[in-house]
């Protein structure tokens, strides 16, 4: 294997007891929050990738002291006035989520910052984070009105205002919450279709008086985090590569233990149900306010459906290329519409899974909003991962059962979330 591109032989048989990293989602949230509050917080079984490797990365340039021992971070906040004034400008890498949350935390500071990403995180719309922080009182510039990074930032004591969200985002949610907590007055945000629900839970364990409703969370401003202590449930996503793959197996038997359940989050299970999938719920608990459950598959004959509710797509949002894949296996016609959401993350992930599908013989169609895939073999062949992490971990997935070989480019791309991805994988498939 090289950075840039590996090739995966099909295998007869899926099977084992796994474990897998940290929630990524919870892994920024708990080091923000952390850095936040005042008093030491400690976080096991933290994701470390790249994506969380940023987070910590632009607190530290704040000031902000972390101490890694492997996957435990040790974090001494010193309140959200504690923070200092960075030297240089801050670089999110290619996390979406590091960018917006951070962009609520800088508007709460009298300080200049300037905050960039890498090539593809420079292309992903910030409009909607820097126009309701904007109202709020935050001063931000850049490129086509402060749409694209990198973004200066000279915030300051900003007021609460009641914000109607157009485009449903946890990440957007999550920086006006921060933003609120340096601001006068009372915040009230309203989502389209509710998101996962992170940020209230690990709130409101930590102090803040939440008021939630379906779609509408209520706050006082000025509220501060108590210092969190924690283990990290594991990260449904990387599970779902895991279930996908003991899904499609021709032999299975894969169980995938202390995994995160947050309703929010687990559109996918929805969505495998009505294909058909044998995917058990197993010793359900909560685990710090979080739902944690071990989920079981086994190989499973798949029809296809048609998936265009917004509450599912919402939840299933970083399971749909992968939810592509399954569907090349099922039999019929597979449909998801409502989901234009997906061109504006690390890749245009419609274009790419349409076309990687069209390219292992699998006959795709991009439909604007969602795809098509009509579903029954697999041939195999070569596809591009166009440098996301999710989409090449899709197409590995995607070679368990296929007709031949699979050769994905760029597969180096899967560190920036799942770093152990590859040793997990090969001790499934027995090599």
């Given amino acids: ?96 989520t590091t960018a917006r949350i951070m962009l609520g935390l800088l508007s709460t500071q009298g300080f200049f910052s300037v905050l960039t990403g890498d090539e593809s995180l420079r292309t992903r719309p910030m409009k909607r984070m820097t126009i309701p922080l904007a109202a709020m009182g935050s001063a931000l510039d850049g490129r086509e009105h402060a749409n694209y990074l990198p973004i200066s930032v000279r915030g300051g004591r900003l007021k609460g205002i009641d914000y109607k969200m157009p485009v449903p985002s946890a990440q957007v949610k999550t920086g006006l919450i921060v933003a609120s907590m340096n601001a006068r007055g009372t915040m009230t945000i309203t989502e389209p279709v509710g998101t996962r629900d992170h940020t209230e839970r690990m709130l409101k364990a930590g102090g803040v008086d939440l008021k939630t409703s379906e779609r509408t969370i209520r706050l006082a401003c000025s509220q501060k985090p108590l210092p969190i202590n924690m283990s990290i449930p594991g990260d449904f996503s990387s599970a779902a590569f895991f279930i ?18 947050n309703p929010g989050r687990t559109g996918m299970l929805d969505v495998l149900k009505g294909m058909g999938a044998s995917v058990d719920i197993m010793n359900a608990r909560y685990e710090a306010g979080e739902p944690v459950a071990d989920i079981h598959v086994t190989a499973s004959k798949l029809h296809g459906i048609t998936v265009e509710d917004k509450r599912t797509i919402v939840s299933a949002i970083d399971e749909l290329p992968l939810i592509a894949v399954l569907a090349a296996y099922a039999q019929g016609r597979t449909v998801v519409r409502n989901a234009e959401e997906l061109r504006v993350k690390e890749s245009d992930r419609i274009k790419a899974v349409v076309e990687g599908l069209n390219h292992l013989g699998v006959r795709a169609r991009d439909l604007g909003d969602g795809f098509q895939v009509e579903g029954g073999r697999v041939m195999g062949g070569r596809v591009s991962s166009y440098g996301d992490h999710r989409i090449a971990m899709a197409f590995a997935v995607s070679s368990v059962s296929s007709e031949k070989e699979t050769s994905i480019d760029d597969f180096g791309a899967v560190s920036i979330s799942f770093p152990e991805f590859m040793n997990i994988f090969d001790r499934v498939r027995g090599v």
Avoid: W, Y
């Avoid at 090289?2 to 989602?25: C, L, M, N, Y």
């Avoid at 032999?251 to 995994?259: A, R």
């Fill in 1 to 96: 294997m090289s950075s840039s591109g590996i090739t995966f032989q099909p295998v007869d048989r899926i099977e084992g007891q796994i474990a897998v990293p940290g929630d990524k989602s919870i892994s920024h949230r708990a080091l923000i929050f952390s850095a936040i509050a005042s008093g030491v917080s400690r976080i096991e079984h933290l994701l470390v990738a790249d994506d969380t490797m940023s987070s910590v990365r632009c607190l530290r340039m704040l000031g902000a002291v972390i101490e890694m021992e492997g996957s435990t971070a040790v974090i001494k906040g010193s309140g959200i006035d504690g923070f200092k004034e960075p030297d240089d400008v801050m670089d999110a890498g290619n996390s979406g």
């Fill in 244 to 261: 996908g793959a003991g899904i499609i197996a021709r032999h299975s038997d894969v169980l995938v233990t202390n995994v995160g359940i």
